[in-house]
């Protein structure tokens, strides 16, 4: 039993593994560290955040990716008792680099770099006498692959054209499995967008010829009205009861028009039936994600050991520091419009969302926000008023460029910042036809009166979504300083679907 998606927030490009200890699935993660989060199942359906694999700047060089550059594409195997994971860190990062450890939890090594790999999304299989093949997509090329020595890195022969697709646009994601007496290579074609689609070719041998199944694409929802859309870059795990299980991405789109993902691109699970030696795979079903009420109080440092809290191109160390008073965070001058700002945030992972923040700006100025890339966010920023008693709040919200602000200021002392999301309506309503509905308020905190907080913006979210981001994430939230220090006292987060 599962609910649909499995990893809610934004997930993508899941890449699983089946062990004795049970399940473990890692993900893209793009600009944010720490990087390649590790999941945890038993069961395929209650899954643990357990750790990142890049968890050191230096492991993947992300402080001049560019978004939407950084992490891409994970493959997750273990052999052997150990845990390998091969990733390309693009536009500008280590590029093509695998990594081990014996505990998937951490530490991971510092990682090897394979030069030869010049593309995306790397996989990696081992032939019956351990020979290593790590086959990538270059576009606009045929899916490639090349021999590896894993200890050094080095390549054994030059890279070779593997399969050029089923015809669709863009192959790439491969995955390579050795099935009874095939090689089966699962890839994903026709975009990363409304084309997406699973397909499938086989061999004899690992390193080729390929035969295209007659039936591909296995599985897209490309032309249909599923309510999960964008469906590809799969990967396979064999079951205990001899079944067959497929992990893939997918967006949740709101609306009557299904145009915008707010959350991007989560992971999702669905079965694979055999028919003629070819596997069929049936779009998941969608189940929406469970309720969430989790507060951080920052004491002590409670709160900021949970493996959740990421930063951008950062780590969240950086500029955060627990007091008795609660979490400290040092501002250096950079915005939320910075390549690397010091924002303390987590994947939001419901389509309903009421994240709040208590917070004092007494020595500095900031806030929260919700970002999906540097030209692509919204939020409300705090600052002690220089020219009045209180304290100055700022709406702010930035699309490609376009920025709109709404000021008011507030008593002076603590004040309480929220950010609420709700779906579209349902009807034939004019608002249905766009994005979720974003209310951004602010009050004086330790009122208690709902009627003393002000509604600063109402925004459509449809310019907040992966369709108009363009960033290959999705939705996090957090909270954020410009300069000086910004003490929070505490952050909840409310979500439901």
Request: net charge negative; glycine share 12%.
């Amino acid at each position: 039993m599962h609910t649909n998606p499995i990893l809610s927030g934004f997930n993508p490009d899941p890449s699983i593994v089946s062990t004795p200890d049970g399940y473990y699935l890692a993900t893209s993660s793009f600009e944010y560290l720490p990087g390649l989060p590790v999941y945890h199942s038993e069961d395929l359906a209650d899954w643990e955040l357990v750790g990142h694999v890049a968890t050191r700047e230096e492991q993947v060089r992300l402080t001049n990716v560019p978004t939407p550059g950084g992490v891409w594409a994970p493959t997750l195997r273990y052999r052997d008792g150990v845990f390998y994971l091969i990733v390309s860190v693009f536009l500008g990062g280590r590029g093509c680099v695998v990594f081990t450890a014996t505990d998937p939890a951490g530490p991971w090594s510092d990682g090897t770099a394979i030069g030869a790999v010049d593309g995306i999304d790397p996989d990696l299989a081992w032939d019956a006498d351990g020979t290593a093949y790590v086959t990538f997509a270059r576009h606009p090329d045929a899916i490639q692959q090349v021999r590896v020595d894993l200890a050094t890195g080095e390549a054994l022969e030059q890279p070779r054209a593997l399969w050029s697709g089923s015809g669709l646009y863009s192959p790439e994601g491969p995955h390579l499995y050795r099935r009874g007496g095939w090689w089966y290579l699962i890839a994903a074609e026709g975009g990363t967008d409304r084309g997406h689609a699973v397909t499938v070719a086989r061999s004899r041998r690992p390193d080729g010829p390929f035969e295209s199944a007659p039936h591909n694409p296995v599985l897209t929802a490309a032309g249909t009205g599923s309510p999960v859309q964008n469906t590809g870059h799969a990967d396979l795990v064999e079951l205990p009861d001899g079944g067959t299980a497929m992990v893939l991405l997918g967006v949740r789109p709101v609306g009557l028009t299904q145009a915008f993902s707010p959350l991007g691109r989560e992971a999702f699970i669905t079965r694979v039936e055999w028919k003629d030696g070819w596997p069929h795979a049936q779009l998941p079903e969608v189940d929406g994600t469970r309720p969430e009420l989790v507060e951080y109080h920052f004491t002590h440092g409670a709160g900021l050991d949970h493996p959740a809290w990421i930063g951008v191109r950062r780590m969240p160390a950086e500029f955060t520091a627990p007091t008795s008073k609660g979490l400290l965070v040092t501002g250096d001058g950079s915005t939320m419009g910075s390549p690397r700002p010091c924002f303390l945030a987590q994947r939001q992972r419901h389509l309903g969302m009421e994240f709040r923040a208590v917070l004092s700006v007494a020595a500095g100025s900031g806030g929260v926000a919700v970002r999906n890339a540097e030209d692509n966010w919204f939020g409300i920023e705090a600052s002690q008023g220089q020219d009045c008693d209180g304290v100055r709040i700022t709406a702010r919200a930035v699309v490609a460029g376009f920025d709109r602000t709404w000021d008011v200021t507030v008593p002076a002392g603590d004040v309480e910042l929220a950010i609420v999301t709700s779906p579209p309506p349902s009807d034939f309503s004019a608002g249905a036809v766009g994005g979720d509905r974003i209310r951004l308020t602010a009050r004086a905190a330790g009122t208690g009166v709902s009627s003393d907080e002000v509604l600063l913006a109402e925004l459509d979210g449809r310019h907040w979504a992966f369709e108009t981001a363009k960033a290959f994430t999705g939705r996090a939230f957090g909270v954020y300083a410009v300069d000086g220090e910004v003490l929070v006292r505490r952050v909840s987060y409310r979500g439901d679907d």
